[in-house]
């Protein structure tokens, strides 16, 4: 499983934010709006959704991320990056762009230890370390809600592999 845990490289908390400062925007490196509070839409591919509080919306690097607010917004931008290239199958294992986090209790909490590190710690090793601890623990819970997901509707090359894996353990 550890060769699934990314590494942070940013991390930017923006309050009320009543318009994105581009309308689209393409990244060297996975990005992942984590919304606390507002509403906008996107459009990744051909996947388009709104997304609110409890969603959080991820992109892959070189694919443009077209997004717009609904109302002012509150949310996380994370970019990350993996140390082994698991791009391809990263897909697999995230079939929409756009997930619904049903732990929203402890999604809060991360949230605001991410916005406390944000806000009130200089940048040191030390609060990097903190801010990457928050998002490996949101990143899980993307994970796991999307392995879940996964066993109710596998995709056609993924549940192959899952299934037979699962035979396979004991």
């Known amino acids: 499983m550890s060769e699934w845990m990314p590494e942070m490289v940013t991390h930017a908390y923006w309050g009320k934010k009543g318009k994105f400062l581009y309308d ?49 917004i509150s949310f996380h931008a994370i970019t990350f990056t993996f140390t082994n290239d698991k791009n391809q199958s990263l897909s697999n294992l995230l079939p929409e762009h756009k997930i619904t986090v049903q732990q929203t209790k402890r999604l809060s909490e991360n949230y605001h230890h991410l916005r406390v590190a944000d806000q009130v710690m200089h940048y040191n090793l030390n609060n990097q370390r903190l801010k990457q601890h928050y998002f490996l623990d949101l990143w899980l819970m993307i994970i796991q809600q999307n392995m879940q ?8 090359s993924c549940g192959k592999r899952l299934h037979s894996n699962a035979r396979t353990r004991t």
């Open 149 to 156: 997901h996964l066993e109710m509707n596998p995709l056609p």
């Open 24 to 72: 689209t925007d393409t990244y060297l490196t996975w990005v992942l709006f984590a919304v606390e509070d507002g509403r906008f839409e996107y459009q990744i591919g051909n996947e388009y959704g709104e997304a609110v509080f409890g969603d959080i919306v991820v992109c892959p690097p070189y694919v443009a991320f077209y997004r717009n607010t609904l109302s002012p």
